[in-house]
């Protein structure tokens, strides 16, 4: 099946820098792209969709200027944390899906996601 | 988006058969069923879905009721590998291309 790799694996800052995390299809191109975010115990909360060469659209709550979501090309989307804070520490994933569009029977494929941990 | 309701945990003895249900009583009539699995640490990774017939693939079976307002997932023989939290997702056959997780259901295998 199609692959979705995430870089890094895990990242350690410490409060108030920024952190890119990058997200790759390696074998097929994505148009879209999404970000979650998962908290111990808990689900995947939807972040935002990421589409290539256009804005990211946010979901209600999640703020747009935290979170910089660029997806310069069709196999690339990044996830920038900005002026991290403890309470941003969460294994965030992404994902895509190998048509690219609007097809219900379209899979998701999912990264292996990464760790960040805000000191 | 339609909601589906599961169970939060279930547990299952190593190489027994595994049905895992899920209730989404709000599907409508071009909503797609998806399962996906997550595996401790590890992003999500796609199982199966259907839309009104029964379908098989090598990883397990979905059974989808005639009325489509639940569906089971059935692992033929659990292993401990299996051990995993299991979402059901319902895919709406509108623009976009969002997959909104709920709370799932985790598996236990016991050996």
């Known amino acids: 099946g199609a692959v979705v790799s995430q870089h890094p694996s895990r990242v350690i800052c410490k409060s108030g820098t920024s952190v890119k995390i990058e997200c790759r299809s390696l074998d097929f191109q994505a148009t879209t792209m999404f970000w979650y975010r998962q908290f111990p115990k808990q689900s995947l909360m939807l972040m935002a969709t990421s589409n290539e060469g256009s804005k990211a659209t946010y979901e209600q709550g999640v703020e747009k200027d935290k979170f910089l979501i660029n997806h310069a090309s069709l196999t690339l989307s990044t996830l920038t944390v900005t002026s991290a804070h403890p309470e941003d520490s969460s294994f965030y994933i992404c994902?895509?899906?190998?048509?690219?569009?609007?097809?219900?029977?379209?899979?998701?494929?999912f990264g292996p996601g990464t760790r960040l941990t805000v000191l | 988006d339609a909601k589906t309701t599961q169970p939060n945990s279930m547990e299952s003895n190593e190489e027994e058969p595994v049905h895992l249900p899920c209730n989404h009583s709000?599907?409508?009539?071009?909503?797609?069923i998806h399962w996906y699995r997550q595996l401790p640490s590890q992003g999500p990774e796609y199982v199966i879905h259907?839309?009104?017939s029964n379908v098989n693939n090598r990883m397990a079976s979905l059974a989808i009721a005639e009325d489509r307002k639940s569906s089971t997932l059935i692992l033929h023989r659990a292993t401990l590998r299996d051990a995993a939290v299991y979402y059901c997702i319902l895919r709406a056959n509108t623009g976009g291309f969002k997959t909104i997780f709920g709370a799932g259901t985790r598996l236990f295998v016991k050996a």
């Open positions: 709000t599907i409508s009539g071009t909503d797609y």
């Open positions: 259907g839309l009104t």
């Open positions: 994902s895509a899906g190998t048509s690219g569009g609007a097809r219900p029977t379209d899979t998701q494929y």
